[in-house]
Structures are given as structure tokens and as C-alpha cells.
């Protein structure tokens, strides 16, 4: 099971991290992905990162903004997310992919959790 928390209502160009919680023996061999949906859109790719945290990828749309980033001791794996916009404004989903390699579509991913809700004002 996955569990985000952190979300919030953010001003514009502020920070904020989010975290997923993973219950289970995979978490440290799972790649991890961060998804977000705004009303009346579909759900789109964020960031993953490798099982290890040594790769990861993010889109282009938040690149040079939110990061990445896991604890395998922890069961954890973080989003941070800097330089806000209101167009981040969404709920935000974390994600487990039973592979080793980075995922990048939401079909890809095996597991899901509850999202978090954003919303960053201007």
C-alpha cells in the first residue's frame, strides 16, 4: 500500500515537499513514480526514480523544480517541489512499478496511492 501526505494550498513560487509511505518487502526493489491530475484533465507523468535513486527522469514541465528523491530504510520516497506555479495545481499520486526500469506512463505502474491535493495560489 502507498500513502502520499504533505499536499497543501501553496503561494505561487513557494516550496513544498510530498511524501509516500510504502507498507511491504518491495518497496526497495520498486521504481517509484509522482503523477498529478488537475480537474477535468487526465492524469500525467511527474518524476520517477530508480529503485536505488541513482536515476531518474522528469518532465519537462517541472524539470529545474521538483526532485525526487527516496529512502529505502524509510519505505519513503519524497517530491520536491520548488518555484510553484498555479498551473501545478493538482492531486498528486505516487506510484510502484514492479520493474527496474523507469516508468513513465501511468500504465506501467502496478500499484498506486490515494493522491494528495495541491493547489498553489497566484
Known amino acids: 500500500q502507498l500513502q502520499a501526505s504533505g499536499g497543501g494550498l501553496v503561494q505561487a513560487g513557494g516550496s513544498l515537499r510530498l511524501s509516500c509511505a510504502a507498507s511491504?518487502?518491495?518497496?526497495?526493489?520498486?521504481?517509484m513514480g509522482w503523477f498529478r491530475q488537475a480537474p477535468g484533465k487526465e492524469r500525467e507523468f511527474v518524476t520517477t526514480?530508480?529503485?536505488?535513486?541513482?536515476?531518474?527522469y522528469s518532465a519537462d514541465s517541472v524539470k529545474g523544480r521538483f526532485t525526487i528523491s527516496r529512502d529505502n530504510a524509510q519505505n519513503t520516497v519524497y517530491l520536491r517541489l520548488n518555484s510553484l506555479k498555479p498551473e501545478d495545481t493538482a492531486v498528486y499520486y505516487c506510484?510502484?512499478?514492479?520493474?527496474?526500469?523507469?516508468?513513465?506512463?501511468?500504465?506501467?505502474?502496478?500499484?498506486w496511492g490515494q493522491g494528495t491535493q495541491l493547489t498553489v495560489s497566484s
Open positions: 506510484a510502484a512499478r514492479n520493474d527496474y526500469r523507469l516508468g513513465y506512463k501511468a500504465g506501467e505502474y502496478d500499484s
Open positions: 511491504g518487502r518491495t518497496f526497495s526493489s520498486s521504481v
Open positions: 526514480i530508480s529503485w536505488n535513486g541513482r536515476r531518474s
